[in-house]
C-alpha cells in the first residue's frame, strides 16, 4: 500500500511559480506521475518520472515550464511549476504507478493523492 498526500497548492498570478509537494508513505518504489483535472474536463496527463529517477516524459502543454523531480530521502516527488498561465488552473494530482516507466494513461496508476487545488489569476 502507499499513501500520497499533495501540498503546495494555491492562487498565483500569471507568470509566477508554484512548487507542489507530493509526500510517498508505504512501499515506495514506483513511478511518480502527475496529472490535473479543471472543472468540466478529463484528467490530463502532465508528467511522470521513472522508478529509477532517469527518465521523465512531459505532455507538450507544459515541456519546458513544469519539471519533476525526487528526493528518495525525504520519499517526495515535486513538481515546479514555472511561467505559470490562468489556463493552468486545475486540481493537481500526484499518482504511483507499478510499471517501471508509468504511463500517460491515468488508468495504469495504482494509487492517487487526493489533489490539491492550483488557481493562476491573470
Known amino acids: 500500500q502507499v499513501q500520497l498526500v499533495e501540498s503546495g497548492g494555491g492562487l498565483v498570478q500569471a507568470g509566477g511559480s508554484l512548487r507542489l509537494s507530493c509526500a510517498a508513505s508505504g512501499r515506495t518504489f514506483y513511478a511518480m506521475g502527475w496529472f490535473r483535472q479543471a472543472p468540466g474536463k478529463e484528467r490530463e496527463f502532465l508528467g511522470v518520472?521513472?522508478?529509477?529517477?532517469?527518465?521523465?516524459d512531459y505532455a507538450d502543454s507544459v515541456s519546458g515550464r513544469f519539471t519533476i523531480s525526487r528526493d528518495n530521502a525525504k520519499n517526495t516527488v515535486y513538481l515546479q511549476m514555472n511561467s505559470l498561465k490562468p489556463e493552468d488552473t486545475a486540481v493537481y494530482y500526484c499518482?504511483?504507478?507499478?510499471?517501471?516507466?508509468?504511463?500517460?494513461?491515468?488508468?495504469?496508476?495504482?494509487?492517487w493523492g487526493q489533489g490539491t487545488q492550483v488557481t493562476v489569476s491573470s
Open positions: 499518482a504511483a504507478s507499478n510499471s517501471p516507466y508509468g504511463s500517460r494513461r491515468p488508468g495504469e496508476y495504482d494509487y
Open positions: 518520472l521513472s522508478r529509477g529517477g532517469t527518465t521523465t
